[in-house]
């Protein structure tokens, strides 16, 4: 891999998985004239439509039994972030000294824009697609991907070193890197998540972490100083593993915080040049909802004034952004309650922010399967609270109304019944909401289908009565 890509044709190159992210590096590496092999550790009867697909640009497919047979003929390998790199395919690559990259890293080698990555437990999409939108705005040539949906591998082709890539980049990702090296690295937020691959929250904040390993002293590193796990990285308190300058945004602490919100307003204190005070935005004019989301607000307005956009210009841009699909999206208002799909929730503490969003009394759809964290924290504010109710669906329903005392808790087998149920409980005035606090696998192929289905529930609600 010795080229001005990391690549040269004559290469040979495993892609181990073949989802949606593996799938892409075999399209984009069959453009370099590299033999392509591909891999997956589940059932072969249910990846015939991937392997077909691998098979159009030239990948053969080997079951993981057979990797023998090839690995002394692999140059190297890529990883998707759905495949933990301990897994036994892996670890196997090791044995043969195979050098195994994620796809995160191989965008990054063949990409000549600089990159704004942006990582944390939640809100990370919601703050990528704005950071994407506030540069679009400022006139810069911009693509988006990565873990927002679209693989980064198939962004950073075709873009030049005059524009920019905004990367959503997820603990998993962060694993496998080894020069990724943004331009601007943003760490939202650190709070229980994945501990069913990782060991301790310890172990999971290490990995977030890593989005910043690489910067040096002409980067810039974003962080919120009210969160204690990113708060930890701030080099007033002798921390210098993050060598790239600092931006912090803080609701708590104004006076240490280079975006902070005084009387309404959001307000930029400059780190270098003229060190007044710059008002950004109002508060009342960025179209998302919650506190957590106004702090990926400060987020996403640090990064692009990092990169160069004129404070004037982000006040309009910011206030034109459209919020994005499943993240606290308003879906319906019928006889007066107000449905709200948040299927984007998948751990306990993103319900604690929807919750706190609303003022409103809320009945609350939840559950799911779960990923490894405690659900403690989500019933103490849920009864703190005094919902007007939760109806749990799901894996994880019994845990949930069996962690319930005081809230009037409900089981429902579908989401169709749970949104039946939901409104059965509701008065006029209330918000439904659908926050799962877990992933989608048990009932949904994906947290999107999962409100979608939500949406089409709601709508039946709406719907006149057939005869």
Not at 123 to 128: A, E, N, P, R
Not at 228 to 249: K, M, S
Request: hydrophobic content about 45%; glycine content about 8%; some cysteine.
């Amino acid at each position: 891999m010795s080229d001005i890509f990391g690549l040269e044709r004559g290469e040979s190159a495993l892609i181990i998985g073949l989802g949606r992210s593996g799938l892409a590096c075999v399209e984009v590496l069959s453009q370099f004239g590299v033999t392509l092999y591909a891999t997956d550790e589940q059932d072969e009867r249910r990846l015939a439509e991937p392997i077909a697909d691998a098979a159009r640009f030239g990948a053969r497919f080997v079951p993981p039994p057979e990797l023998g047979s090839i690995l002394d003929a692999i140059d190297f390998a890529v990883l998707s972030p759905g495949v933990g790199p301990t897994s036994p395919v892996v670890r196997r690559l090791y044995e043969f000294n195979v050098p195994v990259l994620g796809e995160i890293e191989l965008a990054y080698r063949l990409c000549s824009a600089p990159i704004i990555a942006v990582t944390g437990t939640k809100g990370k999409s919601t703050t990528t697609a704005l950071v994407g939108h506030l540069l679009r705005a400022c006139g810069r040539d911009v693509r988006v991907g990565g873990n927002i949906g679209n693989p980064l591998i198939k962004e950073v082709r075709g873009i030049g070193p005059d524009g920019w890539v905004v990367a959503e980049v997820s603990s998993f990702q962060l694993e496998t890197i080894r020069a990724f090296k943004p331009r601007v690295s943003v760490l939202l937020n650190v709070s229980p998540d994945h501990l069913d691959r990782y060991h301790s929250m310890e172990e999971y904040a290490q990995a977030k972490y890593r989005i910043s390993a690489n910067q040096g002293m002409t980067d810039w590193f974003i962080g919120d100083l009210d969160d204690p796990y990113v708060a930890a990285l701030d080099w007033r308190r002798g921390e210098t593993r993050v060598l790239a300058r600092q931006l912090w945004l803080s609701l708590e602490r104004p006076d240490q915080a280079a975006m902070y919100l005084r009387d309404g307003t959001l307000i930029y204190a400059p780190p270098l040049g003229d060190p007044r005070p710059i008002p950004i935005a109002e508060r009342d004019r960025i179209p998302l909802q919650g506190e957590h989301n106004l702090r990926n607000a400060m987020a996403a307005l640090l990064a692009a004034l990092a990169v160069g956009c004129e404070p004037s210009s982000l006040r309009e841009a910011v206030a034109s952004f459209e919020p994005m699909a499943h993240r606290l999206q308003r879906v319906a208002e019928i006889d007066g309650i107000t449905y709200v799909d948040d299927s984007k929730s998948t751990t306990p503490s993103s319900v604690i922010a929807a919750l706190r969003t609303y003022d409103a009394p809320v009945v609350l759809i939840a559950g799911g399967r779960a990923k490894g964290s405690s659900f403690s924290p989500m019933l103490e504010e849920i009864e703190r609270r005094r919902l007007r109710g939760v109806v749990a669906i799901g894996e994880t329903a019994s845990q949930i109304l069996a962690g319930l005392r005081e809230t009037p808790a409900v089981a429902a087998s579908s989401l169709e019944e749970a949104v039946d149920r939901a409104r059965g409980i509701a008065q006029s005035g209330d918000v439904v909401l659908l926050s799962p606090g877990c992933a989608s696998f048990d009932m949904f192929t994906s947290a999107e289908a999962r409100g979608q289905r939500f949406s089409a529930a709601v709508a039946a609600l709406a719907a006149p009565a057939r005869a």
